[in-house]
């Protein structure tokens, strides 16, 4: 009888220790990339690193990285275009909106937040902007095998990485899974319907109704010329987010190029997989050592231009998107549909 009794009260308590753990792990590692991070590390010469930055070269980065966040509006709205033309500067504040709430807030709650601002701004509903920023990261997926696999100094440290034929396995594998999306999607929605059988009704529908929302975004991926442009878009945005780095290259006079500025762009992107604290303290500080290091960069510089990365790529949309927030209005269009 006591087991019956226990017995919901159990399985409500489960999520909330899942999460403790899950916090547990991620302010573990966030400890350990931070010792590794400030170990032997010499104070007087990390401060006389600062000293001596170009501003100027630190400046021009914090509005390249500003401006790369305008420019993923331009690959957002060929998304968006089947709903509604939504214009560039409303795109790039819900951006860093949604960029801000994910440095803050933990399981990329930006993404689904841009989900929800978007409906309420436009015609498009939260589930196809949603299935429009699944098939966004899907690009940026692509884009990060893809470059990984051109790096000159991959043979250098493949064995700290995974190999270039098993990335290329993953992206294949990938790249079936939305081909699949984009020409059978009735496949997905019949297992989503099932799915949502099991649900109480009051979930169940919205659930449905949500994913066959969010399954018309991968109708674009059908027609090859939108593919090849959000292709070539994503390459340019990467190499824009690179720039930003070469830019404090120059800033903390460092002799390194595009292809070290874009292979630290990659270690960091790669920094943001294991569990971390928001704002990814320590891990963003530890993996971008890691790839400045490998270039034969001093420890105690490469610690001070990782700081110095991580204030430029992180402060500048937490303080833009608080602004933005403050005069956020979020109510639904009355305007009538698009014509198609």
Request: proline share 6%; glycine share 6%; with cysteine.
């Amino acid at each position: 009888m006591a087991k019956i009794l226990s017995g919901p009260s159990d399985k409500a308590q489960r999520p909330i220790q899942r999460k403790l753990v899950r916090y547990a792990l991620a302010l573990a590692i966030t400890i350990l990339a931070l010792w590794l991070s400030f170990r032997n590390i010499d104070g007087s010469v990390l401060k006389a690193a600062f000293a001596r930055a170009n501003y100027f070269w630190v400046a021009l980065a914090v509005l390249n990285s500003v401006f790369s966040v305008y420019a993923l509006g331009w690959r957002w709205r060929i998304l968006l275009d089947p709903k509604d033309r939504i214009p560039i500067g409303a795109l790039f504040r819900l951006n860093i909106l949604s960029q801000c709430a994910n440095i803050l807030m933990p399981a990329r709650a930006g993404d689904f937040l841009r989900a929800y601002m978007t409906s309420t701004v436009s015609r498009a509903s939260g589930g196809f902007a949603l299935g429009t920023i699944v098939i966004e990261r899907f690009f940026d997926f692509m884009a990060f095998v893809f470059f990984w696999m051109l790096m000159p100094v991959a043979l250098a440290i493949q064995t700290r990485f995974p190999s270039t034929w098993i990335a290329a396995l993953i992206c294949g594998l990938a790249l079936c899974a939305v081909w699949a999306l984009a020409r059978h999607p009735q496949i997905v929605a019949r297992g989503g319907r099932a799915i949502s059988r099991l649900l109480p009704e009051r979930f169940g529908a919205p659930v449905q109704q949500g994913l066959s929302q969010g399954l018309e975004a991968f109708a674009a991926m059908r027609k090859p010329r939108t593919v090849f442009y959000l292709s070539a878009i994503t390459v340019a945005l990467t190499g824009l987010h690179a720039v930003t780095n070469l830019f404090l290259f120059r800033a903390f006079r460092l002799d390194l190029s595009f292809w070290p500025a874009l292979f630290v762009l990659l270690a960091a992107q790669a920094g943001a997989l294991p569990p971390s604290v928001p704002g990814r303290i320590g891990i963003f500080e530890y993996a971008v050592i890691l790839a400045v290091s490998s270039f034969g960069i001093a420890k105690n510089d490469a610690l001070s231009y990782a700081l110095m990365l991580h204030v430029v790529a992180y402060l500048p949309k937490i303080l833009i998107g608080f602004y933005f927030f403050g005069s956020l209005r979020l109510a639904n269009p009355t305007r009538p549909e698009r014509p198609s």
